[in-house]
């Protein structure tokens, strides 16, 4: 990047800054960030993000999807990047929800993805009740770009859902840098009720084929691994949202 590049960077991160500082100044500060880029890439990199829709992020830094497994040491649900792409992996499905101000929630059968305590999480919840604070995301446009996003903690400003390149959560220095381990494109798996399909949209279709092993089955060369074991029982515990 150009000396001049760097300094516009800069220029933008400071505004972020001092826009947290302002009431409802870090949404519009977004807001028009996110418009100017989209006409001057004449496209929405946010046009999927619509209430209902189902999507996966592919992170920039691993190539792979976010999805839900289950930590091997705690039991715990967690994330990470190195899911597959397309319907065949539902652990890395997001029902889009949309919330105030231009902000949004992502989960995968009440699971939300969540930045807390500094850290990116998963936060299980239940239907009716209202989606967690810490998972409470702002979505900003990668500038210069037409398909790439950022997604912003609004709890805690200037944090960022991010992974490394092996598809691990990053550490807190990465997450509170918006490089390319923070950066995501969309994936269209669904459109949700009564939303207006795009043009050219390339939502991936459901096949009548079986399901191909996972990720860490194929990884392994082998089914039997206890990666994919551990894959296989949160299949069971999430559900697939219907298109």
């Given at each position: ?85 397309g ?62 996003i ?29 490089e ?28 009548n ?35």
């Amino acid at each position: 990047m150009s000396f001049l590049g760097n300094l516009g960077k800069k220029a933008v991160e400071k505004a972020y800054d001092l826009a947290s500082k302002v009431e409802g100044g870090r949404d519009y500060l977004t807001t028009a960030a996110n418009t100017v880029n989209s006409l001057v890439k004449g496209k929405d990199a946010r046009v999927y993000l619509k209430p209902g829709n189902v999507v996966q992020f592919i992170s920039r830094a691993s190539a792979r999807s976010i999805q839900i497994v289950v930590a091997k040491d705690t039991n715990e649900l967690i994330c990470d990047a190195i899911g597959g792409t397309g319907s065949f992996f539902p652990n890395a499905y997001w029902l889009v929800v949309c919330g105030q101000h231009g902000r949004y929630y992502f989960h995968n059968n009440y699971n939300y993805l969540a930045i807390k305590n500094g850290k990116i999480a998963i936060i299980p919840s239940s239907v009716g009740e209202k989606p967690p604070a810490e998972a409470e995301l702002r979505v900003q446009d990668v500038l210069g770009s037409a398909q790439a996003i950022y997604l912003e903690s609004v709890q805690t400003p200037g944090y960022f859902i991010s992974f490394d390149e092996d598809g691990s959560t990053a550490d807190e220095i990465k997450i509170k840098t918006k490089e390319k381990f923070s950066q995501f494109e969309i994936q269209l798996i669904a459109y949700g009720p009564g939303i207006q399909p795009e043009k050219d949209d390339h939502t991936l279709e459901t096949s009548n084929e079986a399901s191909p092993p996972s990720y860490w089955a194929a990884a392994a060369n082998t089914s039997t691994s206890p990666t994919a074991n551990r894959q296989s029982q949160i299949g069971d515990e999430t559900t697939s949202p219907k298109s």
